[in-house]
């Protein structure tokens, strides 16, 4: 089974300058994908990024990027020039890839990230 | 708006009562799934579906039952409801696609007094 972890419950940045979100995950897939969501207070959760493991290029999207370590099973979340819409609480997900039953989203705790104005 | 509606959209009900909630989508995605989030806990799958008629368990699925009679609905009951199921329960959606992510409704949100 695989496990995502979060060991970071909250953090705090000032706007305008950059935060590093952590994500772990344990499988012993080969091929699989990752995801960070965002939730904000409007509880809607919100796709920021993904990454396919068989890239070895980092995804980015604008001000978000992500830094994918597949030997040590690390998933970090870069948020550059912090705004205060980033406030909201974030999510590593995890899937494999795969078809049928064992295509399911497995979630981490969450981290709930403030800017600070 | 992934095409994806909860209802209802806020719950009250006592212990012990049946309950049930739906999903509904419009996009004719293969995949559904059940997820339920509490303070600490992130969102934990309960059941999921990859296809009419073809459920799943997920990890926290005791207490639970799904039902997928035909691809746009995918319910959620509780059979006797308990205050330790108060939570907010979140329906999402994807494509049979491998590379795509989920898409998720806005969440109900279930009190059990």
């Known amino acids: 089974a695989q496990t995502v972890t979060q060991s970071q419950p909250e953090m705090s940045v000032q706007e305008a300058e950059t935060v590093t979100l952590s994500c772990t995950y344990d499988t012993s897939e080969n091929n699989y994908y990752l995801f960070w969501y965002k939730q904000p207070p409007s509880r809607q959760m919100i796709l920021v990024i993904r990454q396919e493991a068989y890239k070895q290029q980092n995804a980015t999207e604008n001000r978000f990027s992500v830094n994918f370590q597949k030997a040590a099973k690390s998933f970090s979340l870069k948020i550059s020039d912090s705004q205060l819409g980033d406030t909201a609480m974030y999510f590593c997900a995890f899937m494999k890839h795969s078809t049928g039953a064992n295509s399911k989203l497995t979630f981490g705790k969450g981290i709930t990230l403030s800017v600070r104005p | 708006d992934a095409g994806i509606t909860q209802s209802p959209r806020h719950k009250v009900t006592e212990t012990g009562t049946p309950v049930t909630l739906r999903c509904h989508q419009t996009?004719?995605?293969?995949?559904m799934y059940w997820y339920r989030q509490d303070p600490g806990h992130g969102l934990r799958l309960i059941h999921y579906s990859y296809g009419v008629k073809d459920t799943d368990k997920g990890e926290v699925s005791d207490g639970y039952s799904v039902s997928r009679s035909k691809t746009e609905d995918f319910l959620l009951t509780l059979e006797s409801a308990t205050s330790s199921q108060t939570s907010v329960y979140f329906c999402?959606?994807?494509?049979?696609?491998?590379?795509?992510?989920?898409?998720f409704g806005q969440g109900t949100r279930l009190t059990v007094v």
């Open positions: 999402a959606i994807r494509p049979h696609k491998v590379d795509t992510e989920a898409f």
């Open positions: 996009e004719n995605h293969r995949y």
